[in-house]
């Protein structure tokens, strides 16, 4: 059974600390990760997808990274707009057919001015 | 932003109500799925459709139902709702395999 798992469940920052949050999956075979963020009261807006071990993806102050095992989020002098719930979501090769997702829990990003 | 649009965003019913939630979609695309999200469990996808009546059941199915009779529309009917049925439904959208899935923003809905 595919398992994601992201860390920490809250992060408090300023405004401008860099950090990183991780997911950590177990699939039998990736075929997509995708990070997602979700503001209050609102669905979850795509960011990024991944597909292969060592691909990155940039946006703004975002950086998304990929390894076998887990994928990292990287935040680089973060502003409070960019407070929300950041999720991860995984698609694996049982799952390619109909394009199940398996998300994680979140994480809920503070940044406080 | 995808064009998904979901009614209604709020309702508030009983225990034992038939209730209908509604998805729409201008994008024309094929998949379109539906979720809830509850606290402690994130989200859990109850049904999907691959093409007009075409559906399947997702983990969490059991008191759901769901129709597509257009491509652009998908129906999730609670029969007789229960209180653990509380919670956000969530609509999603998927044009073509490998792509992502774009979320509306979803109803919230109260089972009193």
């Known amino acids: 059974e595919d398992q994601v798992t992201q860390s920490p469940e809250a992060l408090r920052l300023q405004e401008g600390e860099s950090s990183s949050l991780n997911c950590s999956y177990t699939?039998?075979?990736?075929?997509?990760l995708f990070w997602y963020r979700q503001d209050p009261g609102k669905g979850p807006e795509f960011l990024f997808t991944l597909y292969s071990a060592g691909e990155e993806k940039e946006k703004e102050r975002l950086k998304a990274t990929l390894t076998k095992k887990e994928s990292f989020l990287h935040i680089t002098a973060p502003k409070p707009e960019d407070s929300a719930t950041y999720l991860c979501a995984v698609l694996d090769a049982g799952g390619t057919s109909y394009g199940k997702l398996t998300f994680g829990q979140g994480t809920i990003l503070t940044v406080h001015p | 932003d995808a064009g998904i649009t979901q009614s209604p965003r709020h309702k508030v019913t009983e225990t034992g109500t038939p209730v209908t939630l509604r998805c729409h979609q201008t994008e024309n695309h094929r998949y379109m799925y539906w979720y809830r999200q509850d606290p402690g469990h994130g989200l859990r996808l109850i049904h999907y459709?691959?093409?007009?009546?075409?559906?399947d059941k997702g983990e969490v199915s059991d008191g759901y139902s769901v129709s597509r009779s257009k491509t652009e529309d998908f129906l999730l009917t609670l029969e007789s709702a229960t209180s653990s049925q509380t919670s956000v439904y969530f609509c999603?959208?998927?044009?073509?395999?490998?792509?992502?899935?774009?979320f509306g923003d979803g109803t919230r809905l109260s089972i009193l």
């Open positions: 699939v039998s075979g990736l075929r997509g």
């Open positions: 999603a959208i998927r044009d073509r395999e490998y792509q992502p899935q774009h």
């Open positions: 459709s691959y093409g007009v009546k075409d559906t």
